[in-house]
């Protein structure tokens, strides 16, 4: 004979355990993680605008378009929260995407955006809007 070693096969037993395993530390993963809710911040966006969570955007009064000076966005939404608490948000939220600003005024590059609180025929709603500067 040769001299080389004879492998035996692999223990089947030993395959299944080791995927077994893997399978139970991949769930504990899954389990462990917070779970996305689809009104969480991260999951709202009209366009590359964030919104807020708990508000309820009314789309029958919005639109959006792309002009030869750049991209007009208008958007309405119905919000509970405080005055103070959708400014903070945006403030934070406008922040992390690169926008300058506070409290109802934002800029970024060649456009700006607007938030504010408007009477409309549905009720007292909060206008977002994008356009250029």
Same mark, same amino acid.
């Given at each position: 004979?040769? $001299? ?15 995927? !077994?395993?893997?399978?139970?530390? !991949? ?19 009209? $366009? ?36 103070? $608490? ?36 549905? $009720? ?10």
């Amino acid at each position: 004979m040769s $001299g080389l070693p004879i492998k035996s096969p692999m223990n089947p037993h030993r395959s299944l355990a080791a995927m !077994l395993i893997a399978a139970i530390m !991949l769930a504990t993963i899954l389990l462990a993680a917070p779970p996305l809710r689809a009104d969480s911040p991260q999951q709202q966006w009209v $366009g590359d605008l964030p919104i807020m969570a708990g508000m309820t955007i009314e789309p029958e009064l919005g639109f959006a378009f792309d002009s030869p000076g750049g991209r007009i966005v208008l958007v309405f939404a119905s919000s509970a929260a405080e005055s103070d $608490g959708v400014f903070a948000y945006y403030n934070d939220a406008l922040a992390s995407l690169g926008w300058a600003g506070s409290d109802g005024s934002w800029e970024r590059g060649d456009e700006s955006l607007g938030l504010a609180q408007v009477d409309t025929s549905v $009720g007292r709603l909060w206008r977002i809007r994008l356009s250029p500067r």
